[in-house]
């Protein structure tokens, strides 16, 4: 199952940011949550749920994550987990996001190869996304390193797209990257993207959307969506600010 | 801090595995955690906890995940976590490993490079083992490229020397590459490795703690240990085992 092109809005709570009368409160990651999906769903393509940002929380996150993956209901979830490790052990990280989390899709780290990454590509029904050129500036250490004359980032999605597989697979291509998303989609025109990064990391959503072309494809915003106003009328804002996104990136 | 060089017991749980009496049982992870704890840390240099196996057990698998961090009490823990993603997020990543779950150390992926890699090493007196070169047939597809005449993963351990940093940093190690560990103890005589996959995967104790040398190294042994015996007398063989172990990898 593939993901609607469009939207992506990304959960990515910190409790230092949020309006101020939430703060402090025992539920306040889920009733921002609620707040933000009830503003943002009838635009959105996706939600993603960055699991970072719950588990610096403790316990008390885990259980905010789960209630915020069941606000999501019928939406089309991805779990941002950044997952790989030895088969055995990532067999125990799918059984997290799919069985437990019933997360729809996942990001892995392709830097321990094809066992790594095989038990999440074994489940039917899901997607996984593949981190490739990702939107940070790190992204310059390794993933452009050149290997037999075209860069890393490159090599892992060929690698990764002849893999066996029931899941269907797509690639995390960062939105600050605007002419390696267009040579991407000139050279993968019908493979899924996440494009994170439109927003406050710099990634301009028309720019960037353009860049993308007709391929499937779903762009994430997080922190510049989520934090525009810590009033109590922030769902207003959310709301216009999610439809003119999802206007430019639809 | 750098753990003591010798035997890092792996606490991998799988309720599908441990002693038959303790299945079924509500607390069984950390009954079963207790008591390979209680028999083997009178010879473990450190406990190594890979988080996967408590997130498959969902909600209540991170309540155990938390407790045997307790358990494991002053003893040297790994949070074998293998994170890794754009700064803010790691930020988070490196808040739960470290404040929330007490962790000494933590294993992270290199893919995104220097500044998802930052948060953690930002944090003083605590250990951060990069992963290098896995023991998994996967480390074949990427961390062997060759990037300007070396493979990845040694241009990985080389820049990631070079990272700014106020914990300690080392690397981790496959105990299946005996050939290409003796090779970096050479080019990295006190760096310090975390060597995983003795035993179930093939490592051998006593050729992949010759090929360490004299170098700072912790080896982990986890499926190896912890099931071999499914009776109620499982902690004797656990304790003869480890002490076995531990005589080897000293």
Known sequence: MIPS???????DV???KIPLHLRGRADAIVAFNEAIIGATRHVAACFKINLAFYE???KAGIDA???TRELCGSAYVIADAKRGDI???SSAYAKAVFDDLN?????????MGSDSVEPFLAVPN?????LALTSNTGSHDFQRCVVDGAPLYERVMRTALAWKRKADIGFVVGATHAAELAGLRASFPDVPFLVPGVGLQGGDAATIRAANGAGPAVFNV????LYMDESENFTSTVRAEAERLAGLLA
Do not use: F, K
């Open 14 to 16: 910190d409790l230092e």
């Open 126 to 130: 899901r997607m996984i996304y593949v």
């Open 5 to 11: 092109n469009g939207l992506c809005v990304g959960l």
């Open 87 to 89: 088969g055995n052990t």
């Open 56 to 58: 610096q929380y403790g």
């Open 222 to 225: 997080s922190r510049g969506l």
């Open 65 to 67: 994550l789960y209630a």
């Open 103 to 111: 997360a729809d899709a996942v990001t892995v780290s392709p830097y």
